[in-house]
């Protein structure tokens, strides 16, 4: 069965430079969530989009945003990155009305050096 | 708001013995859903279970259960006869899916097992 795609999986940016991560949710999924996780931290909710629209914000930095496209996939953008980004970021997707089911996908690890 | 405590952060056991992880959970809502994932150190999430909070009863896969106690808030999960290969940090994680919004995953700190050969 087909899972959640996520590119690239590893990253290294440095300091102040700007990082696009991608997440190609599972055919016929319309909604999306990204999430960070720190090293030895559990994964924080940033942001969610349902049907091309922000459904729900979590702790995200300024510096973020995000968008889900037509496709339904969706991109997050990173600028000015700091060394405290450097994070496992995944992404998750699932059908509206079964937001219980979200599936994961393998994660980007992002280093800023 | 939803919030999930995994009091356990690190436990180590030898091969072959059983373990319980605890998960206790904190919402104000009466529908929700409680979860377990394993994370190994390659960094994926595998999920494990999921429970919804009006079905009480426990579940057994293998040499993995699950405990869901609505009266003590809590989901414990336990492994037995542990192996090497279940090494990986555990998360707890709660969800109160309601309409789209608030669907989010509220994850505990994670319990690192570690099982010695």
């Known amino acids: 069965a087909a899972g959640v795609i996520q590119s690239p999986r590893h990253l290294i940016k440095e300091k102040r430079e700007t990082a696009t991560l991608k997440c190609y949710p599972i055919p016929r999924h319309d909604t999306v969530y990204w999430y960070q996780q720190g090293p030895g931290q559990d994964p924080q909710f940033l942001i969610s989009f349902y049907e091309k629209m922000q459904s729900d914000k979590g702790s995200i930095p300024d510096r973020f945003s995000a968008q889900q496209f037509s496709d339904y996939h969706s991109e997050l953008n990173m600028s000015s990155l700091e060394l405290g980004d450097s994070a496992l970021y995944f992404c998750?997707?699932?059908?509206?009305?079964?937001?219980?089911?979200?599936?994961f996908g393998p994660g980007t690890r992002l280093t800023v050096t | 708001a939803q919030k999930v405590t995994q009091a356990q952060t690190e436990i180590s056991v030898v091969e072959k013995e059983d373990v319980t992880l605890d998960c206790v959970y904190e919402t104000r809502d009466t529908t929700y859903y409680l979860f377990w994932y394993k994370q190994p150190p390659s960094g994926e999430l595998v999920f494990l279970i999921r429970r919804n909070s009006f079905d009480e009863q426990n579940e057994i896969s293998g040499r993995y259960s699950w405990n869901f106690q609505k009266s003590t808030s809590s989901f414990n999960f336990t492994i037995t006869a542990s192996q090497v290969v279940d090494s990986a940090v555990y998360f707890c994680a709660l969800s109160e899916p309601r309409s789209g919004a608030n669907s989010k995953l509220t994850f505990g700190k994670g319990i690192t097992l570690s099982v010695r050969p």
């Open positions: 998750a997707s699932s059908l509206e009305e079964a937001t219980y089911e979200q599936y």
